[in-house]
């Protein structure tokens, strides 16, 4: 079989480009990288390209759980600066229940607890940056506004431990049994259960259940203990979700009286007895804010609503009332334990004690255990985005030695293979010139 020439010359020039190729391609390796094309090993590109993937997905968590923890913190601090606050006015309360007092007494200690809600409506107003902490997804806009004027609010009956479990049917808002406080034109006070329209007296409410509790009566009779009944009641067409009546909120300041708007009788020992709701005059706080959370994605997976939570809204610190609560047919306020506590101190401040005693304290101490609840809640994220933190960490660790054992360079082993490309293109070189045939140009020299 008869070789050319020509044939010959292909061949080499096939071997030296090839001899070429593989030194130039060992040589791209001295950057540190073993891959830089799919041809390069397709299976290990496909990994490196994940592993890629997943270092700047986790570069983004941490991020996230960085920014998260800020924000936390910062809402920690201003939560349990108001935690602080609120059991300092339920220390206050207390010390205004524990007659006598002069009146200038109660009026000092309603001017400091009035003092210290302001502070409280500070710090709801506090920011990360330019983004409002409380407000929600609506975070530029302020949350909290207090009214300049005060204006005429319903009186919550708050009822006690002993009165919820005899009450126990009685409308639940939030932690709290509550009704509503009514005036009678005989001059006491009569309570009112918006579920059900029962009215129970003051004497009833204060000493009358426990005669029946300790006559082996397990919970109220409305049929036998009420004083009467006004029929359905709507708590939302008399109150706005602040506590703030509806007949008198276009005209603060209140000097409303008693309720002006809705009125009902019933009969009592056999007289008329004629109900207004009782009002008190004082401040309110309103919520400009949503109660929308604020989500920041901490780790790859099925989303984790509530562990992801970054904020607190105003709804989960200040809790609500019967003037907001589900059964009230208001929305929610936001701002349930702060006009509550405005209350509590606008009873300390016209030296009412035998509400601070029945009412007061127990309003202190629900609202000062709402935020104490709210303040564990957001501490406890705190603690998960702390940890994430750190296993995020380890992670991007694991991420880059995986990086590296897929893609890096073995520089002994990269140096041998170099070795051995230069000396076979050196040697490809030097066969080259014996094999070749030579040209018009080597006959005529």
Partial sequence: ???????????????????????????????????????????????????????????????NVEAGKSWMQRTDGAVSGMADIFKTLKEKTIQAAQSPHQQTDMAAIAKEMTAKLHEIVSLGNSQQGDRYIFSGQSDLTQPFLLSEKKVARGIPKTLDDQQSK????????????QMITLQGDDKNEYYLDTKTGDVYSYDFMKDGYKKKVAAGQAEVNPAADRAGNVGAFNVADNFLNTGQIKDASTTPPAGAGQGAGWTKSITVNGQTVNLKLK???????????????????????????????????????????????????NTRSGTAALNDMLTVAAKVDSSDVNWLISDGVTLADESHN?????QDHIAARHNVYKGMADILDDYAVSIKQDISDTNSTDVAKLAVQLMQASAIYNMSLSVGSRILPPTLTDYLR
């Avoid at 005899?166 to 049994?177: A, I, L, P, Q």
Wanted: glycine fraction near 6%.
């Fill in 1 to 63: 079989m008869r070789i050319g020439s020509l044939h010959m010359v292909s061949r080499y020039q096939k071997q030296l480009n090839t001899a070429a190729e593989e030194q130039a391609r060992l040589m791209e390796q001295s950057d540190g990288q073993s891959l830089h094309r799919p041809s390069d090993d397709p299976v290990r590109y496909s990994n490196w390209l994940r592993y890629g993937t997943e270092q700047n997905e986790n570069e983004q968590y941490k991020k």
């Fill in 370 to 374: 709402n935020v104490v609840i709210a």
């Fill in 166 to 177: 005899f009450f126990s049917k009685t409308n639940v808002s939030g932690r709290m049994k």
């Fill in 279 to 329: 009002t008190v005059d004082q401040q309110i706080v309103k919520y400009q804010g949503d109660f929308k959370q604020i989500s920041m994605v901490k780790k790859n997976g099925a989303v984790e609503p509530t562990a992801d939570t970054v904020n607190a809204t105003a709804g989960d610190i200040f809790g609500t009332d019967i003037f907001d609560d589900e059964n009230s047919g």
